[in-house]
Every structure is written in structure tokens, then in C-alpha cells.
């Protein structure tokens, strides 16, 4: 299981291209119960999660959205690559506090994964209209919309590299294959303090 688990987070990256495919309404609920269910600040569980699946609904969130700003338009999904699914994260104004933002975070994190074990493929935006969002959503105005994770079947498989010369610019090759470039293990992680390296 462990293996299992560092397997999936390689595995998981941000996908931007999707199949014409239907995102089940009962993945959904799995995907935000496990968002519910996340750490929260002082407990204030101050987000809430609106999963949307309807064709014509979904179309609608899709058009508030921008894509992979790196990659300069060809990011964007094309048409019949769009997210069939999406879930909003929204704050209750009621109770949100200022760390209420980690909470978005791990929340943001647990659907990421969930829905990588579920075989989708997702990214978390916080490039959108929001007050369009809002509206097609029929969102009181006590939540504020946070981030929408566009969902789908992939399309593509992001590939993971070594970052070279603190380049943090992800791109994607003439065949279309997405390169996202990582800060190396060394240089980012210590055993013991800070800059001592791991032996």
C-alpha cells in the first residue's frame, strides 16, 4: 500500500485534455465526501462543494475557465478535449477565518488524488470568472467561489522531469507530450535541519 500510494502521487499531475466521457454522479460524492472530511482550521468547516456533471452546466463552467497560462493558449482545451465534470470550492463568509485558505488546500489535494484512484484525470484552476461561476451555480452570496478542479476522463498523461536551470515553465513537446518540470529531491528536502542532506 505504501508503494501503491507514492505510485498515485507520481502519477498524479494536472490534466488539461479529456475524453468525451461522463463523470458518474456517484465518483463525485465519493470525491467531495473525502473533501468534507479533510483537515479544518479551528473547525470551522467553512468550505462547501458543488459538483456539476450535467452536459450543459458543465459546458457553461468550462467557458469561465483558463487553462495552463505557460503554455500561451495551447493549454486550453480544444474542442471535444473539454472537462466533462467540475467541482467548486466555495468559502461560507459566515465562517471562514484567514487560515481557512489551508483548508482549501488540503481539500483541493484530497479530490486531486481521489480522483486520480478513481482513473480521471484533473486540475485545480483559480483562473475563472468567479462571479459567473457564482451565477450559473445559483451561489448565495455568502459563499465566495475559491477554486473550481476540472474533471474528466485523460486524454493525456503528464510526465514528470528533473527542472534544469530553475526553469519551473512546464511545456509540451511537438508530439503534444506535457513535461512538468520538479525541483530535485536534494535541493528541496533535509534530514536533521535545513540544508543538511539526506544519508
Known amino acids: 500500500m505504501k508503494e501503491a500510494f507514492h505510485s498515485m502521487i507520481e502519477l498524479r499531475r494536472s490534466v488539461r485534455r479529456f475524453r468525451p ?8 460524492a465519493k470525491l467531495v465526501d473525502a473533501a468534507r472530511l479533510c483537515p479544518s482550521a479551528a473547525n470551522k468547516q467553512a468550505l462547501i462543494f458543488i459538483a456539476v456533471n450535467d452536459p450543459e452546466l458543465a459546458r457553461k463552467i468550462f467557458e469561465t475557465q483558463k487553462f495552463a497560462a505557460y503554455l500561451a493558449g495551447a493549454g486550453q482545451p480544444q474542442p ?7 467541482i467548486l470550492l466555495a468559502q461560507d463568509k459566515n ?3 484567514a487560515e481557512t485558505v489551508r ?11 481521489g480522483a486520480c484512484a478513481y482513473g480521471l484525470g484533473a486540475t485545480c484552476l483559480r483562473s475563472f ?3 459567473r461561476a457564482a451565477q450559473i451555480l445559483d451561489l448565495p452570496e455568502q459563499y465566495e467561489p ?7 476522463v485523460p ?4 510526465k514528470v522531469i528533473l527542472m534544469k536551470d530553475g ?3 512546464y511545456w509540451r513537446d511537438e508530439t503534444g507530450q506535457h513535461f512538468v518540470p520538479k525541483r530535485a529531491f536534494e535541493d528541496v528536502c533535509f534530514l536533521n535541519g535545513c540544508n543538511k542532506a539526506w544519508n
Do not use: F
Open 21 to 28: 466521457e461522463p463523470v458518474k454522479s456517484e465518483v463525485l
Open 80 to 86: 471535444g478535449e473539454e472537462p466533462t465534470a467540475h
Open 95 to 97: 465562517l471562514a477565518i
Open 103 to 113: 483548508d482549501v488546500g488540503a481539500a483541493v489535494q484530497t479530490i486531486l488524488m
Open 129 to 131: 470568472d468567479r462571479p
Open 146 to 152: 475559491d477554486s473550481v478542479i476540472a474533471l474528466g
Open 155 to 158: 486524454a493525456e498523461a503528464p
Open 167 to 169: 526553469d519551473v515553465k
